[in-house]
């Protein structure tokens, strides 16, 4: 039901029509996802309902409102780069590779990650299950350990660069391929894809409005997988 309601409210932006309106339509779509899955909503949820708030509440025809909803927008994105870095750090579970050596477990992960390790310690790292007990995670590999820091490093940076407006124009694509190589490995597609049209509307010229039907034809064969007619791909 929330797949169909999505569907058909996101077709219904590409006409241009009563588009605020439609965006309501997210607005109570999403309320009611976050809702109905509450406390284990993904976090990315919040942030889609704010965008959509924002689209349902700024009309980006006329003038003064376009220009503070861009400015929203891009702040938005700063803002989750530079505090998705931050709360690496400040966890901790990156500075020895914890957290991606406990991520082994999946393929993806596995396949990427699998080249950073010397034998012996992949060995160890996939024998756990991820039970009471399991462990330690940490990492001896220095070349894992230092693709593991530099996670939440390039985001912090990343952030900072796009902020500063001299910089943006090489920060944003470097951002574009950040989040392309991280998403790929995680398989979160969907959230990619949002992202990476936040990122977008840093870049100088049109290129969010013509990257609409490379995206839509993207996620309109994610909405076939997930239904069942075309060949089960594993994607969040």
Do not use: C
């Not at 750090?89 to 993806?108: C, D």
């Not at 951002?175 to 992202?195: D, N, S």
């Not at 064969?221 to 994607?235: K, N, S």
């Amino acid at each position: 039901m929330a797949l169909a309601g999505a569907t058909l409210l996101a077709a219904a932006t590409v006409t241009g029509r009563r588009r605020r309106l439609v965006f309501a339509g997210f607005v109570v779509l999403q309320a009611w996802y976050v809702w109905d899955n509450f406390p284990f909503t993904g976090n990315h949820r919040y942030l889609e309902l704010i965008f959509v708030g924002l689209f349902a509440t700024l009309d980006p025809d006329e003038e003064e409102e376009g220009r503070l909803l861009l400015a929203s927008l891009q702040w938005l994105v700063i803002v989750v780069v530079v505090y998705s870095g931050l709360q690496k750090l400040v966890h901790g579970h990156y500075f020895r590779g914890q957290f991606l050596a406990y991520s082994l477990w999946r393929e993806t992960f596995r396949t990427a990650l699998t080249p950073l390790l010397p034998a012996a310690e992949l060995v160890r790292l996939t024998s756990y299950t991820g039970a009471v007990g399991d462990g330690p995670y940490a990492v001896s590999g220095p070349l894992f350990v230092l693709v593991s820091n530099a996670v939440w490093a390039v985001e912090i940076a990343l952030g900072v660069l796009l902020a500063w407006r001299k910089s943006r124009p090489f920060a944003w694509v470097a951002t574009l391929l950040f989040i392309a190589g991280t998403e790929i490995v995680a398989r979160e597609f969907m959230f990619g894809v949002e992202f990476a049209f936040g990122t977008l509307l840093f870049a100088r010229g049109d290129f969010a409005r013509r990257a609409v039907w490379p995206a839509a034809a993207f996620l309109a064969l994610l909405v076939l997988i997930r239904a069942g007619i075309l060949p089960e791909v594993a994607f969040h």
